[in-house]
């Protein structure tokens, strides 16, 4: 007998901002995880896995009239965030919007890990002919008024949305909970660059420098204050710092090969078989291995 997976939706409310989540518990999926949308003054940022895409449209369609969706917008390309975007568009005539450069990928998905399949569905259609913009979006009364930041290192096209005024930052997955494996190796549309991901949340932190109320809405985690920018920072510096130091180290040891060393600076990390079902079902797509090596292209000043 075939197990079936569990869909659960719910919805959040921060103060303007309504979320709505939604989650697979595929009998496979070990970490089952949220993807959520953001629904404000008519902006909907975001719309889930393709998995649910039947959910979110019956969400969608069953808002209060004052509360219905004007607009979507999508961070990035990527299947867990712009997987409900068809169906919003086809059925609810909702025009889609993103950047140019996430146009452009949209141009070219084909398929995706089957992995990736296990938690957010096995097809991700993208969105007909989705309208470009580049710098700014408003929400549906001009409550809100959004600069659009380019934030690459998890996504080559990702952009993050600021709303200065009402302090308001959504990142998509520019910002992760922890940082301990990164994608790469043969995952072709996914190559995460973690010097890249360290530049763009250093430049979300200047660019919010004074915002003191800032709320940081984060993909697959939760709403964070600008505090969990430099976190996230320090977090990263240190394991930059440390992947070089260990590797002076080992190189000093008598290891020379590159393999040899990443292995060992993972060891020294990150505790023996932390994560290991990750590594072994993306067939090392997703690992600390990923992160050691990007951590150690990055040189130190």
């Not at 169906?87 to 089957?114: A, G």
């Not at 072709?188 to 800032?214: A, F, M, P, R, V």
């Not at 600008?226 to 510096?237: A, G, T, V």
Request: with cysteine; proline share 4%.
């Amino acid at each position: 007998m075939v197990k079936k997976s569990k869909i659960s939706t719910r919805t959040k409310l921060h103060g303007d901002v309504l979320e709505w989540q939604w989650k697979s518990n595929h009998w496979a999926a070990t970490i089952p995880k949220w993807s959520s949308s953001y629904l404000l003054d008519g902006l909907l940022i975001d719309t889930g896995a393709p998995a649910g895409s039947e959910q979110i449209y019956q969400w969608a369609s069953n808002l209060p009239e004052n509360d219905r969706i004007s607009q979507v917008y999508l961070t990035h390309f990527h299947e867990d965030h712009a997987g409900g975007a068809l169906i919003l568009q086809k059925r609810m005539n909702l025009p889609i919007l993103c950047s140019p450069s996430t146009q452009k990928q949209f141009e070219s998905i084909k398929s995706y890990r089957w992995y990736r399949q296990v938690y957010w569905g096995k097809k991700l259609s993208p969105p007909h002919q989705p309208q470009p913009i580049s710098d700014k979006i408003s929400s549906k009364s001009g409550k809100f008024n959004f600069i659009l930041i380019s934030c690459p290192g998890h996504a080559p096209d990702l952009t993050v949305l600021l709303d200065r005024e009402h302090q308001l930052l959504f990142v998509g997955d520019a910002i992760m909970k922890r940082y301990e494996m990164i994608f790469g190796g043969g995952c072709q549309d996914i190559q995460e660059n973690i010097e890249e991901i360290y530049l763009s949340q250093k430049h979300l932190y200047d660019l919010t420098e004074g915002l003191d109320d800032l709320q940081i809405f984060v993909a697959h985690a939760k709403v964070y204050p600008r505090s969990f920018l430099k976190e996230k920072m320090d977090e990263i510096e240190k394991l930059h710092l440390d992947a070089h130091r260990f590797k002076d180290q080992l190189k000093g040891q008598g290891v020379i090969k590159t393999e040899d060393i990443v292995k060992k600076i993972v060891n020294l990390l990150w505790k023996k078989g932390e994560n290991r079902f990750a590594k072994f079902i993306s067939r090392g797509e997703l690992s600390h291995a990923n992160l050691v090596k990007s951590l150690l292209e990055w040189d130190l000043e």
